[in-house]
């Protein structure tokens, strides 16, 4: 599955966030992930993917954390919402959900 930018046009930042997490997304083909820019300070990641469904929370930042704290520093910074979810819960979570259907910018 490739990444997605579901909303917005790509930027460094961005770009940066996805050749990062690209070998995770060529590892867990049956991943989903995606990448936008909530303003201009702010960066958004959710990966759903199935492997998550037996996993803690912890254990699920455990394997995406480590990758993206390969990201230069001033890249990194601009994260500011990571969401980890198997497919049952991209609906359900309210993280998610917020993902989808974010609140207005105050920019």
Do not use: H
């Not at 990444?3 to 996805?18: F, K, S, V």
């Not at 049956?30 to 912890?58: C, G, M």
């Amino acid at each position: 599955m490739s990444i997605q930018i579901p909303r917005g046009d790509p930027d460094p930042t961005i770009n940066a966030i996805i050749e990062c997490l690209r070998p995770y997304d060529e590892r867990n083909p049956d991943a989903k992930i995606e990448v936008y820019r909530q303003n201009p300070v702010s960066v958004r990641v959710r990966v759903v993917d199935p492997t998550f469904k037996q996993l803690s929370r912890s254990e699920r930042s455990k394997m995406v954390w480590p990758i993206l704290r390969l990201l230069p520093e001033d890249v990194l910074q601009e994260i500011s919402f990571v969401i980890l979810v198997p497919p049952e819960e991209e609906q359900s979570s309210m993280s998610s959900r917020e993902f989808d259907d974010p609140l207005p910018s105050r920019f």
